[in-house]
């Protein structure tokens, strides 16, 4: 069983920036796609970026703020996010494919407020 721990979320400013941290309980060097997905308050979740074989992928939205990567002697992935907008807001999701399974972290809230 793989578990993958967020952290890194909180309130910031308009304008501000966060990392967040996604924690692997295994290698992730192992995993075929790895990413950050979020959810705002009564809107689905959606994907922000992900890793598949070694390649970044961002959602339109990200518009170069945001960049998407990882520590492999860590196991850990990471979500840095410059110039967040209140739209920003939202719980971020760590997903990670291992195979066939799917794994989600338990998310950690975001919130850009003045």
């Known amino acids: 069983q793989v578990q993958l721990v967020e952290s890194g979320g909180g309130l910031v400013q308009p304008g501000g920036s966060l990392r967040l941290s996604c924690a692997s309980s295994?290698?992730?060097?192992?995993?075929?796609?790895m990413g950050w997905y979020r959810q705002g308050r009564g809107k689905e979740r959606e994907l922000v970026a992900q890793?598949?074989?070694?390649?970044?992928n961002y959602a339109d939205f990200v518009a170069g703020r945001f960049i998407v990567s990882r520590d492999i002697a860590l196991n850990t992935q990471y979500l840095q996010m410059n110039v967040l907008e209140p739209e920003d807001t939202a719980v971020y999701y760590c997903?990670?494919?291992?195979?066939?399974?799917?794994?989600w972290g338990q998310g950690t809230q975001v919130t850009v407020s003045s």
């Open positions: 997903h990670a494919r291992l195979g066939e399974q799917e794994y």
């Open positions: 890793i598949i074989n070694g390649i970044r």
């Open positions: 295994r290698n992730i060097d192992g995993f075929s796609v």
